[in-house]
């Protein structure tokens, strides 16, 4: 049976490639040594610069048959995004700051700033009221997900400094053979430039590469053959990582697991450390070969999916400029994939899509000290925002700006809304004999962010509003409702069953400023829903 590659496959396997050329290294040409540009540029702590990322897509106007106005606006408000990073501060990998926007298309741009330490990121947004604050600690990041804070445990006996050594180590022992065995492209340029960084004239050296689907393809056969067949090499990245593991036991309680090569009594079937390293280099090995199968079986099998997937519609070109100390200090890459004209392509909404990718270093690896967050008076923090409604998060924002705009009229999260299938098995809505539908009031409330409590004196339920300001009254049994204080009469009266409380869903509706209506989602299945915009 031919397999064949689904779409969200493809995708995923085109953004695999874009981030493999990301991480491809090059054996020496014109006496510049990639693969260890490429291990001084993991083993890189700190720095200044610029970064950009942008996506454009070039829609099919097919796609918008049917659609309603609102969704196609904001699907075009999508196509063209860039997130622009400028005055980049990397301390460590825990002390950063950086100036931003975020641009849709080629008018509308959000600024913000972020500061970062190791337990606080304090972010500032264009048009916000106030700043929001992160608590970076384990106790802060478990409180957002509503999950107790962790015991505290004592110390892993690895600081930052020694972990970062550790680290760098790490790189040299897997890079020998993970990088080292990195195939060059096959079209690729050398040659010296000077380049503007900062602002200042650099002698660099120039990588271009150019790589279409088809060369890719090649290029990832190729390199997994040749990890393949470096059995020796697999074998001392293996003794290699196993003997600082071995130097540095204390890793193991970092990472929350219990050290399987440690110090202590060993029983007598117990495997010899030389077992242990072999297992773990025939488990790679194994991975390895049959990755190869797989590679193999997939041109056999279906060669025009993957022709149509890494053919000549899929580019990537990649410009790097390294220094004389081989750190990288500009890179520009640029991604783009056009569906092929058959049958399949129909499926995807898209003519085009391209990525876009830059960067600037400088100071690398230098004395860098990123802006310090403080947390202001005004701040709101994140776990505050996060069990925020809608129309609630609207309020921290300027009306006039343009993140307002964004969220309000083109997102739409100040809009609500409650559903129910008729005749479900939990608090349905009920139609009554006379046609009347009823909902339940607490769930409503919830879902509306509306308050309810009881005065067991006048045995009433007040409900409060926030979002319109509106408190109504009302009691069991009584088709009289108080709605900011005046009396109302309504359509049904209030009814409790098997200890819920309905009300009718057209009079709750008006007073909340809410719409009903009936909708059907199969033959017989309907679905009721109460909704608002705040």
């Known amino acids: 049976m031919v397999r064949k590659w689904g779409v969200p496959s493809k995708l995923a396997a085109l ?84 100036n931003g926007s975020l641009i849709f298309g080629d008018t509308t741009s959000i600024a913000f700033s972020l500061k970062m330490s190791d337990t606080l990121a304090v972010m500032e947004l264009e048009g916000a009221k106030q700043p929001f604050a992160l608590d970076l600690t384990s106790a802060g990041l478990l409180g957002l997900t509503g999950m107790p804070p962790l015991e505290d445990e004592g110390g892993t006996g690895l600081d930052n400094a020694s972990l970062t050594a550790l680290g ?17 492209p096959e079209r690729i340029e050398v040659k010296p430039v000077n380049e503007l960084i900062n602002g200042a004239s650099t002698s660099l050296m120039h990588v271009h590469i150019d790589m279409n689907g088809q060369e890719i393809r090649a290029w990832v056969k190729k390199y997994v053959d040749a990890l393949a067949a470096d059995r020796a090499g697999l074998d001392q990245m293996i003794a290699g990582v196993f003997e600082l593991l071995s130097d540095n036991p204390d890793v193991w309680a970092a990472i929350g697991a219990v050290n399987p090569i440690g110090e202590g009594e060993r029983r007598l079937d117990a495997p010899t450390l030389d077992d242990t390293l072999k297992e773990a280099s025939d488990e790679i090995a194994a991975m390895l070969a049959n990755l190869q199968d797989e590679l193999k079986l997939a041109e056999e099998e279906d060669p025009k999916s993957l022709d149509r997937m890494f053919g000549e519609n899929l580019t990537v070109q990649a410009d790097v400029y390294m220094d004389n100390k081989l750190d990288i200090r500009k890179q520009v890459y640029a991604f783009s994939y056009v569906p092929g004209e058959d049958e399949e392509a129909e499926l995807l909404p898209f003519k085009r899509v391209t990525v876009n990718f830059e960067s600037e270093a400088w100071n690398v690896n230098g004395d860098v000290k990123a802006e310090t967050p403080v947390v202001s008076d005004d701040a709101l923090k994140a776990e505050t925002l996060a069990g925020m409604h809608g129309y609630q998060v609207l309020k921290q924002f300027d009306e006039e700006s343009v993140i307002y705009d964004l969220l309000k009229n083109k997102l739409h999260i100040g809009k609500q809304s409650v559903s129910w299938i008729a005749y479900g098995y939990y608090n349905p809505v009920i139609i009554t004999a006379t046609q009347r539908t009823l909902i339940p009031l607490r769930e409503t409330a919830d879902e509306f962010g509306a308050e309810l409590t009881y005065d ?36 049904f009266p209030v009814t409790v069953v098997d200890g819920t409380t309905y009300v009718p869903a057209r009079d709750l509706a008006s007073a909340l400023g809410a719409k009903l209506k009936w909708s059907e989602i199969y033959e017989d299945e309907k679905v009721f829903t109460i909704e608002r915009e705040i």
């Open 168 to 184: 760098h180590q790490m790189i040299d022992t897997v890079g020998s053979y993970v990088i080292g065995n990195l195939p060059n």
């Open 15 to 98: 953004v695999l490639v874009f981030a493999l050329v990301f991480l491809a290294g090059c054996q020496s040409i014109s006496n510049v040594d990639f693969n260890k540009t490429l291990m001084n540029a993991l083993k890189v702590t700190s720095s200044e610069g610029t970064q950009s990322v942008e996506l454009k897509l070039e829609m099919d106007e097919k796609a918008y048959e049917g659609m309603p106005e609102e969704e196609i606006a904001l699907i075009k408000l999508v196509t063209h995004i860039k997130l622009q990073l400028d005055q980049v501060k990397v301390q460590d990998n825990e002390h950063v700051s950086f």
């Open 456 to 491: 067991a004196k006048t045995k009433s339920v007040e409900l409060y509003d926030e979002a319109t300001d509106t408190t109504i009254l009302i009691k069991n049994n009584s088709d009289s409702a108080v709605v900011n204080g005046k009396t109302v009469k309504w359509s």
